[in-house]
Nanobody, 115 residues
Framework: QVQLVESGGGLVQPGGSLRLSCTSS????????MGWYRQAPGKQRELVAS???????NYADSVKGRFTISRDNAKNTVYLQMNSLKPEDTAVYYC?????????WGQGTQVTVSS
């Protein structure tokens, strides 16, 4: 199993910002559409944002205008800039190709938005 490695999560107050990163030493991101997903307690995992190989982006309605996905193929890294965070953004965030491949799921990074 090849896992992707997510980082950058943490505890932040409502209205704050975080930048998540995702990288891998074994998966070449440049050939895939990549996505950020999240799973909140008691809920199903959902796609938050995706970026194509040509850097076209798409967002879930709940994060549109607040989150920005980007990729740096030279660094084999995908980012998620999260601004104006809300308590409902609290979840474990994962990256994967889109559509996801089961063997690529990593441990995720916890994002908690709370005062």
């Amino acid at each position: 199993q090849v896992q992707l490695v997510e980082s950058g999560g943490g505890l932040v107050q409502p209205g704050g910002s975080l930048r998540l990163s995702c990288t891998s030493s074994r998966v070449i991101f440049s050939i895939f559409t990549m996505g950020w997903y999240r799973q909140a307690p008691g809920k199903q995992r959902e796609l938050v944002a995706s970026v194509t190989t040509g850097s076209y982006t798409n967002y879930a309605d709940s994060v549109k205008g607040r989150f920005t996905i980007s990729r740096d193929n030279a660094k084999n890294t995908v980012y998620l800039q999260m601004n104006s965070l809300k308590p409902e953004d609290t979840a474990v965030y994962y990256c994967n190709k889109h559509p996801p491949y089961i063997n690529y799921w990593g441990q995720g990074t916890q994002v908690t938005v709370s005062s």
